[in-house]
């Protein structure tokens, strides 16, 4: 099967069936509930697969248009897996001219190359906690945490935590919290 047709069929499925095509993918078991997470993480790694695959077949089209300088006449996955190539990380974009232009600003070297920097610390591992308010509340929070200067929104969240962890006479915790805020 192609990858654009893996791709497409990644919104229907249910949620074990995504955990255990992230397993097939990446080699890596999960057992995050997180849907969009997963989808993510799913095409970015078929993607990566198949940019080496597309590369052999694209490599005659991308190099006559690269040559001529017509990236406009490539196609999305052809776009792709120049991307890949030329900024050094994949993209799941199918828009062309965002391509085109995030291409030809990568060869001006107006923007950074390679994998993104994630914040990372030496043996410390990082879990992604999920968090679902009504929309009217964080309309509120974030206007309560821009009014009173806090740098964004996960600021605000680690200090409360760490506060409230405080109170609770769980100081360790607590201390975590507020070295994970000066961390990032």
Request: net charge positive; no cysteine.
């Amino acid at each position: 099967m192609s990858t654009k047709k893996e791709i497409a069929k990644l919104g229907k499925m249910k949620l074990n069936e995504l955990q255990a095509k992230f397993a097939e993918v990446t080699g890596e078991t999960t057992r995050s509930p997180n849907k969009a997470f997963l989808v993510s993480r799913i095409r970015e790694a078929l993607r990566a697969a198949g940019a080496a695959a597309l590369d052999a077949e694209a490599t005659v089209q991308t190099e006559t248009a690269a040559v001529d300088g017509k990236l406009t006449r490539l196609e999305v996955l052809e776009l792709q897996a120049r991307y890949l190539e030329v900024v050094g990380r994949p993209t799941g974009s199918t828009n062309k001219p965002y391509m085109v232009w995030k291409i030809r600003e990568a060869q001006k070297g107006r923007i950074p190359l390679g994998p993104r920097k994630n914040a990372q610390r030496e043996g410390v591992t990082f879990k992604i906690l999920p968090l679902r308010l009504e929309s009217e509340a964080v309309d509120k929070m974030d206007e309560a945490w821009r009014s009173r200067g806090i740098k964004n929104r996960m600021e605000l969240f680690r200090g409360a935590l760490g506060h409230y962890l405080k109170e609770l006479g769980a100081e360790d915790a607590a201390a975590l919290s507020a070295d994970a805020t000066v961390a990032t």
